[in-house]
């Protein structure tokens, strides 16, 4: 079992800058990836970014390149989203999740959320005009 804790999610105003923070606990041995996404009011849930755990290579929906950041921290389990450049759309709610494998899986499993295995609880990120 694996826990994730997201914090950092407030209020912002368009073009200002905002840091997401994702704690892990629990039995991290054999995670691949750690995730996030977002889900806006009346949207599906989105892929944001991605990092694979033991390399770092990250991934990143063409909406947010550029503007986000996906860092992770190994020896302290967190995982972070750097946010720049903030616009209204951005607003959502915003989930971390960990992807467990086995055997490198396909590239596109970073951006399918169905092929994660846990999921925080989700953190409120408002971005006003």
């Known amino acids: 079992q694996v826990q994730l804790v997201e914090s950092g999610g407030r209020l912002v105003q368009a073009g200002g800058s905002l840091k997401l923070s994702c704690a892990a606990s629990?039995?991290?041995?054999?995670?691949?990836?750690m995730g996030w996404f977002r889900q806006a009011p009346g949207k599906e849930r989105e892929f944001v970014a991605a990092?694979?755990?033991?390399?770092?290579?990250?991934y990143y929906t063409d909406s947010v390149t550029g503007r986000f950041t996906i860092s992770r921290d190994n020896a302290k389990n967190t995982v972070a989203l750097r946010m720049n450049s903030l616009k209204p759309e951005d607003t959502a709610v915003y989930y971390c999740?960990?992807?467990?494998?086995?055997?490198?899986?396909?590239?596109?499993?970073?951006?399918?959320?169905?092929?994660?295995?846990?999921w925080g609880q989700g953190t409120q990120v408002t971005v006003s005009s």
């Open positions: 999740a960990a992807l467990f494998a086995k055997i490198p899986p396909p590239p596109d499993y970073y951006r399918t959320s169905r092929r994660y295995d846990y």
């Open positions: 990092i694979n755990w033991r390399y770092g290579s990250t």
């Open positions: 629990g039995r991290m041995d054999g995670v691949y990836a």
